[in-house]
């Protein structure tokens, strides 16, 4: 026996339910669960891992899909990946209490975990752990934007935090020797950990001055001990600041 579906229905499952309001009618798009933040974020750039459909909804639920005139009308544009594009990035997520709760919580961890990957202790010269950023961040009440990019508020929590912690945005000028017979090997495997290499020697030993972000000294660190059985030496030198007028995180 044939069921009948009417031809402007489609029915879809587990999804996640971004809508906007637009000219006085609702807009809503179907997106697989998990990926909507990772788009809004930038972690995620194929649009059709997030999309389970380029189809615009009035109501996703009931499968009900928008008229192409008040697409036209309230978007200016019949284009649907620009009009999907331009819901996934102004409309609201639709979820249950509990995955909102949850989402919030994995935003306010990632967003510690840039704070801690970036910033240092100016009196040490040391990066701070992302759970001692974390304490911080709920110390100064620090309330996490499920429509803001991770990085975007991790700027935000660096600027406050200014005023309850010593931290600064910088990277760490290190300068690490060791011995020939493990330069070359170590050299490949500490180059991903690098962000600049300033001045490097290769004589009877390899001798490198570099930039690196604070949240790769403790690999680093870890690497040149255990590979070199203690022989090589790892030092600190000075912090380099990172540009306060640079809004952005890489």
Not at 207 to 229: N, S, Y
Request: charged share 35%.
């Amino acid at each position: 026996m044939s069921i009948f579906t009417p031809t402007n229905q489609i029915r879809l499952t587990n999804v996640a339910v971004v809508r906007m309001k637009k000219a006085g009618k609702r807009f809503e798009i179907a997106c697989y669960k998990n990926k909507v933040m990772s788009w809004r974020s930038g972690a995620e750039k194929d649009l059709d891992e997030v999309l389970q459909t380029n189809t615009v909804f009035v109501n996703v639920s009931k499968g009900q899909v928008a008229k192409k005139d008040d697409l036209s009308s309230a978007f200016g544009t019949d284009d649907l990946t620009e009009i999907c594009k331009q819901i996934l990035a102004k409309g609201e997520l639709q979820v249950s209490d509990k995955e909102r709760q949850s989402q919030l919580e994995q935003m306010f961890r990632d967003i510690a975990t840039i704070v801690a990957e970036k910033c240092v202790n100016p009196e040490t010269k040391r990066p701070y752990t992302v759970s001692l950023i974390e304490r911080a961040m709920k110390d100064i009440h620090f309330s996490v934007k499920a429509n803001k990019s991770t990085k975007q508020q991790a700027l935000e929590v660096i600027k406050q935090l200014k005023q309850s912690i010593q931290i600064q945005r910088a990277h760490m000028r290190l300068r690490f020797v060791l011995p020939a017979r493990d330069g070359k090997r170590l050299k490949e495997k500490l180059r991903p950990l690098i962000n600049t290499v300033e001045n490097e020697e290769f004589d009877d030993q390899l001798e490198m001055v570099c930039l690196i972000d604070p949240g790769c000294f403790r690999d680093i660190d870890e690497l040149i001990r255990c590979e070199t059985k203690g022989k090589g030496t790892l030092e600190v030198l000075s912090l380099k600041d990172v540009e306060e007028g640079d809004e952005k995180l890489e």
